[in-house]
Every structure is written in C-alpha cells, then in structure tokens.
C-alpha cells in the first residue's frame, strides 16, 4: 500500500517550458489536492477535485490545469512554466469531506 | 476564509520539555485537524478532534478545542529530538483543508 506517489521527485525547467506533475494515489479516495509551499507561506491550495472527472479552483489556481481522468491519479500542469512557480508541491487525498488528508513527499520544482 | 492560525512562529525548548502551540480561526467547522511535517517530508495527519469535543488524547499528544473562543491548542508532553518538525492545524468544513503557515518546533537534545 504505497498512499500517496509523487512524481517526479525533482525537476528543473527553464522559463516557459510545460511539464506535468502526477499523483497518484491507491486508497480509492474521492477526495484530491495540489498544493504549493512556499517559505514563510504555509501550504497554499492550487486545485482540487471531489471525484473523477471534477476539478475546481483553489486558492492560487493562475498558471497551473488540472485534470482528474481517473480516480487514483490527480495531474497538476504548467502550461509556460514561470520563475514564480519555483516551489515545492504536495498532493493530498482523503476518502469524504472532513476526513484526515494523507500527503505525498512532494515535487520539488525549479524554474530557471 | 476557515484558515487556521498557529502560534508561536518558532519554538525551542530542552529535550523532556513539553511544548505547546496554538490555533486560530475564524469560522464555524466539523473539526480541526493538526498535521506534523518534518524536514523535506509530506505532511502527516496526527490527530483530529471535532467540533463536539473538548479534549483528545493519543500517546504524548493532547489536543484541545474552545469553539467559543475558536481556538485550539496542541499539547505534546516530554518532547524527545525526534518531534523536531513544523506543525500545523487545519479547519474542516464544508470546503477543502486550508493550513496556516504553521509552528517550527525545535527540540534541543
């Protein structure tokens, strides 16, 4: 029962390249999240989705898609990758609403 | 917003201390949820209490919650170098988790 996989683990882009980060999670939560963490920032939420095939805004959605295709996998994407988008992502998923969120170990991203 | 505020910032104490951190917030929720993260790790759930509870206990942790003053606070008894980490609270309601930015423990061997 691997929870959580992030991948990559690492990644370094220069200024407006695309690349897209998976997660993928084996519970059968319908519950899943991208967040972004930042120094001094705490964890931001980017998107989310309540089920396959939904997805919706969170708290700093510009610059980033999502798509939910499949139950277990949650894919954030950078269209023209920016060097503000230099952070570290976590994904997280949770069976319902108000239930505890299991994380992944993140992505950590360089924007050159 | 439902985000949840920590206090302190930054805490350091001796091995064996116990150390305490608080929450804030601002709405109504289900519950509230305290989450640990070490060092170049995901977040892990640690305990949730809900809205109906007072106090919760699980090993070395004890949490407590004031809904009328919306406040929490996050107890952990005879602290060891291995809870050296940054924790943070999080609200639930009816829309996602929102963290704050979360206490910076240091537990001095």
């Known amino acids: 029962n691997a929870g959580v996989t992030q991948t990559p683990k690492f990644r370094v882009l220069k200024t407006g390249q695309s690349m897209t980060l998976l997660c993928a999670q084996d519970m059968n939560h319908e519950y899943m999240y991208w967040y972004r963490q930042d120094p001094g920032m705490g964890l931001r939420l980017i998107h989310y989705?309540?089920?396959?095939?939904?997805?919706a805004k969170g708290e700093v959605p510009d610059g980033y898609n999502v798509s939910r295709l499949k139950k277990q996998n949650f894919l954030l994407g950078l269209e023209s990758a920016a060097p503000s988008q230099t952070s570290v992502y976590f994904c997280a998923s949770r069976p319902t609403v108000n239930q505890p969120q299991h994380f992944g170990d993140g992505t950590r991203l360089s924007i050159l | 917003s439902q985000q949840g505020e920590e206090d302190p910032q930054a805490l350091s104490i001796q091995e064996g201390e116990n150390a305490t951190m608080n929450c804030s917030y601002k709405t109504s929720i289900n519950n509230l949820q305290w989450y640990r993260q070490n060092s170049g790790r995901g977040l892990v759930h640690l305990i949730l209490i809900r809205s109906n509870e007072r106090e919760k206990h699980s090993g070395r942790l004890r949490v407590t919650l004031d809904t009328s003053k919306k406040s929490s606070s996050l107890l952990i008894t005879a602290s060891r170098a291995a809870d050296t980490a940054s924790y943070f609270c999080a609200v639930s309601g009816n829309t996602p988790l929102v963290f704050g930015k979360g206490t910076r423990l240091s537990v001095i061997a």
């Open positions: 989705s309540v089920g396959e095939g939904t997805t």
